[in-house]
């Protein structure tokens, strides 16, 4: 697994299979997370009021490299962010077929002798 560090892409736009559009992007400097976001922006205060433990909110900023999701740490520091804002995605579609079905079943590992020849 490899992160590669989210300052030089940016967000990008992508089509959720739900059919709404994402922004997605690895956002943090070392444990990145991967942030699917409504592509709708919103007030802070207003994304602020959708946050939820499990869904966050995310301070949008122009760069010359597009659009950049950053951490709404801007909450914290002052009341209101001059900034769009936009809310983790939370996605309509119903589970569709796994894209890699795994073996349900796990061979035995301890199945016999193994070859104990030395
Ligand atoms: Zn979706």
Redesign the pocket.
């Known amino acids: 697994m490899t992160y590669r560090p989210s300052s030089s892409g940016g967000a990008r736009r992508v089509r ?3 059919g ?1 559009t ?1 922004l997605r992007q690895l956002v943090g400097q070392r444990a990145a997370l991967d942030v699917v976001a409504n592509a709708d922006e919103l007030p802070a205060a207003a994304a602020a009021a959708l946050r939820e433990p499990n869904r966050l909110d995310w301070c949008v900023r122009a760069t010359k490299h597009g659009t950049d999701l950053r951490w709404a740490d801007c909450h914290r520091r002052r009341g209101d962010c001059p900034r769009p804002h936009v809310i983790d ?1 939370q ?3 119903p589970p569709g077929p796994p894209a890699r079905r795994r073996p349900t079943r796990t061979p035995p590992v301890s199945e016999g002798q193994l070859a104990l020849d030395a």
């Open positions: 959720c299979r739900c709404r994402v995605h996605c309509t579609a």
